[in-house]
């Protein structure tokens, strides 16, 4: 699944290096911060709430960002496609997203890129960022719960010894 992101990815925005010094803009941030919400809204709990999770989606979100082959291209494209989904669906434009085998169809379409580097890969962060919770997992194997960005007490806490 990696391998097909990354490859995909290359084709959209290439493999050389790129300038990482620009960054999302404030609506940009929101915008994408809303698809997360709406996966937690669709397959979420009161376990495992958005808000927990904003650290460590942000820290996300910034090394996507920082590092190339950077997925700024492809934010910014899905904030744009967003906008446009919106407009001829509504409220269902998420449960388009995430449901409607339309929308992985075709390969070629900017649609497809988005679901898979985008929306895919934003509903895999969900779940490794504390959304197993949801299913009822307590104890996540690796799951430290830190960021630069922690706003929230960690999930397990490292005790030295004494």
């Not at 929101?30 to 009161?46: C, K, M, N, P, Y």
């Not at 979100?61 to 669906?89: D, N, T, W």
């Not at 490794?128 to 009822?136: H, L, M, P, T």
Request: proline content about 4%.
């Amino acid at each position: 699944m990696w391998h097909e992101s990354q490859e995909l990815l290359e084709q959209f925005v290439g493999t050389e290096l790129q300038d990482t010094t620009d960054s999302l803009g404030d609506e940009q941030r929101r915008e994408l911060w809303q698809l997360f919400v709406a996966i937690h809204d669709t397959w979420g709990s009161d376990a495992a709430r958005p808000e927990e999770m904003d650290s460590r989606w942000r820290e996300f979100i910034h090394e996507k960002c920082v590092h190339s082959p950077s997925y700024l291209p492809v934010y910014r494209l899905a904030c744009r496609l967003f906008g446009q989904l919106r407009r001829v669906h509504g409220a269902q434009m998420y449960d388009y997203l995430f449901f409607d085998p339309e929308v992985s169809a075709d390969p070629l379409t900017e649609l497809y890129r988005v679901k898979k580097l985008v929306v895919d890969e934003f509903i895999r962060v969900y779940v490794s960022s504390g959304g197993f919770r949801a299913y009822g997992g307590k104890n996540y194997g690796g799951f430290v719960s830190g960021s630069r960005f922690r706003s929230q007490r960690p999930y397990r806490t490292f005790e030295g010894k004494q």
